[in-house]
């Protein structure tokens, strides 16, 4: 529907949106201070001028009303290029315009301000606290925010690239694995896939697991290389320049593999603090504090060892549920009040990641603006 304005400069238009692509284009605007109008009109421009194969397709199930001005005659004009795009429907013609719009407009924040790729390292040798979810979850929300991100499923188990229906890479062919002791005949960017997703715009890379990471404390044991535990840095060094974040989900052990992803992730020379560092997703109950102790230890170990500046960046919280009684309560208010540490978010033992696991996506694909979704952008927000 068009209604015109009084003035006549602008006519009201009234279509429908995702909501949360139209959260998205509201957050965007205010943020490059920008007219939530003048952003569509710029949208459609850019939209009818491009290639219709440069322009995806974007999920408008859910849509709902949604309105905003635009110059004379710009909504007709709209309405002739979805007609000549065989039929598509005008609703979908303004989201991908939208889409185009924030595309090419970034968030100013979460820009790397030292010249050093950020590394997150989440991190428990406890298996079945969810750290494979809080590092996807946490590098969709930085990919979704404007980051060029790469994500390494560390793990051999390969829960990770299963999760986002990425292909685990073969035993017997190049691998992160073979890379990190010098065996690799190719180049490590030649095993990363990108997530084909119109809400993180091509930002968002996995390198697979292959089964061959059960190897790999054998293989750093016996390989004859200086500073084994740099492993993971050489063979990750030469991606570097293409990235802005780079998260490893970890395998649940204390092994050489975790010692190397732990080296990775210290304090670099110049490197802001904050930044780079631990993320530990624990459950509320007692057996993930005696697990804690055990990761901690190993981390002031390395630090005291090799001089190395350490940071955690903090705890999530995570499949919390307070049903589960008086342990899970009296837990939770323990990791607040631990000394020297914070909590960066409690994640609630919600469906929608499991069913984001079960269908393959990533979680703010599935349910963009879920509780679980929003709480691994407040983690993204504070580790940025």
């Known amino acids: 529907m068009v209604t015109p304005s009084t003035a006549g400069d602008r006519e009201k238009v009234v279509s429908k949106l995702p909501s949360w692509l139209r959260q998205d284009l509201k957050v965007r605007a205010a943020e490059l201070g920008i007219d939530i109008q003048d952003a569509v009109s710029a949208g459609i421009t850019a939209w009818r001028s491009a290639a219709p194969e440069a322009c995806p397709s974007v999920d408008t199930s859910g849509s709902s009303s949604f309105s905003t001005w635009l110059p004379p005659g710009q909504w007709e004009d709209l309405k002739d290029t979805c007609a000549k795009r065989d039929g598509l429907p005008f609703a979908q013609g303004l989201a991908q315009s939208v889409q185009m719009w924030m595309s090419t407009h970034p968030s100013p924040r979460h820009r790397p301000v030292s010249g050093v790729v950020q590394r997150k390292v989440v991190i428990n040798q406890k298996g079945g606290v969810g750290k494979t979810a809080i ?4 590098a969709q929300a930085l990919a979704e925010d404007g980051m060029r991100v790469l994500l390494i ?28 002791c010098g065996e690799a005949k190719g180049a490590l960017t030649d095993l990363i ?26 293989k750093i044991a016996v390989a004859r290389m200086r500073n084994k535990e740099a492993a993971l840095e050489r063979a990750l060094q030469p991606v570097e320049k293409d990235y802005d974040a780079i998260v490893i989900d970890c395998p649940p052990s204390l092994g050489m593999a975790t010692d190397a992803a732990i080296y990775y992730g210290r304090r670099r020379p110049g490197e802001a603090a904050g930044i780079s560092g631990m993320v530990i997703p624990v459950l509320a109950e007692d057996s993930s504090a005696t697990a804690y102790a055990m990761l901690a230890d190993q981390i002031e170990s390395l630090r005291e060892d090799l001089n190395l500046e350490i940071e955690y960046l903090g705890l999530v919280v995570n499949l919390y549920d307070s ?31 499991r069913e984001a696991v079960r269908k393959h996506m990533p979680l703010l694909e599935h349910a963009p603006y879920c ?12 580790i940025s």
């Open 193 to 218: 896939v990108t997530i084909d997703s119109p809400r993180f715009e091509k930002r968002l890379h996995v390198l697979p697991a292959c089964p061959d990471g059960f190897l790999l404390d054998a």
């Open 135 to 138: 590092a996807a979850g946490v």
């Open 323 to 353: 049903r589960r009684g008086v342990v899970a309560t009296s837990s939770l208010r323990e990791w607040r009040n631990l000394e020297d540490q914070r909590v960066l978010a409690v994640i609630n033992d919600l469906k929608e990641q």
């Open 371 to 382: 509780d679980q979704s929003e709480g691994m952008r407040q983690i993204a927000r504070q």
């Open 153 to 180: 499923d560390y793990d051999p188990q390969g829960h990770l690239s299963d999760q986002l229906g990425v292909e685990q890479l073969t035993p017997g062919t190049d691998s992160l694995v073979l890379h990190m």
